[in-house]
């Protein structure tokens, strides 16, 4: 399989606490890998690294066979390939659900007001959101405004997607609306990467689990093997105590 993202001895600290320790692992073309722990466990900073919202301390991120990190590497144009669809929407919020998907493919992509738009509608049609075009993203519940923030990442044609716990926020009756968009992309090919708390999709969307605690990749593996025969203890417990609240 071709390694899109492959991770190596990356560590991240935040003044003398070491968040991240060690992490290896890669994410394959067209692979759905979802990341799973409890709260703390640095799944979320992990996510951020890899998009280089924060600098890791040390480690290497290879794209596309190239060290990102390396200080002759682009990081704007790097940053272009990554979708990121966050925990918290990060709408603008006086802006219209077309605007929201239209402003970055200008600014950062080029592409004209016509392009954009074009591509934008394809997008929001895939998520249901096209006849929203002209309401103001405040106006949208939750779901709509999740929906819309994957539209918005799409729309800037990434080649991976990156979900930090994208039904966190949400209601519950607003979950699976969000979750069937995610197995609709995860159906179509879309390389993705989900931090998630959502059990059932990581069983039944992913191709591979990564179970995380206390800063390092404690377990990976096929769903079936990480849900229904883990080796480690750490897994062992982490999923009876998550399975037993749901």
Do not use: W
């Not at 073309?29 to 951020?48: D, F, H, P, Q």
């Not at 990190?69 to 802006?95: C, S």
């Not at 200008?106 to 738009?117: D, I, M, N, T």
């Amino acid at each position: 399989m071709e390694k899109i993202i492959d991770i190596q001895h990356l560590s991240k600290d935040f003044g003398s606490h070491r968040v991240l320790r060690d992490i290896d692992f890669s994410v394959n073309k067209g692979e759905v890998v979802s990341i799973i722990g409890s709260s703390g466990s640095g799944k979320s900073t992990l996510l951020r690294c890899i998009n280089l919202l924060e600098k890791p301390t040390s480690g290497q991120i290879i794209y596309n066979g190239e060290n990102i990190l390396d200080d002759k590497h682009d990081i704007y144009a790097y940053r272009t390939k990554l979708g990121m669809v966050f925990q918290q929407f990060n709408l603008f919020n006086n802006h219209d659900v077309l605007s929201n998907c239209t402003v970055g493919q200008v600014k950062v992509l080029g592409r004209s007001e016509e392009e954009a738009k074009a591509v934008a509608m394809k997008y929001l049609k895939v998520v249901g959101m096209d006849q929203y075009i002209h309401a103001k993203a405040k106006q949208l519940s939750g779901g709509q405004k999740q929906r819309v923030a994957i539209a918005r990442a799409l729309a800037m044609e990434p080649d991976v997607m990156l979900f930090d716990e994208p039904t966190s926020a949400l209601d519950p009756e607003m979950v699976g609306e969000v979750l069937k968009i995610m197995k609709d992309l995860a159906e179509s090919g879309l390389t993705m990467l989900v931090v998630t708390h959502e059990m059932d999709f990581a069983r039944e969307v992913s191709d591979r689990v990564v179970f995380m605690d206390q800063g390092v990749i404690a377990e990976e593996g096929e769903p079936g093997k990480i849900f229904n025969n883990p080796e480690e203890e750490r897994t062992k417990e982490f999923l009876k105590r998550i399975l037993n609240k749901m």
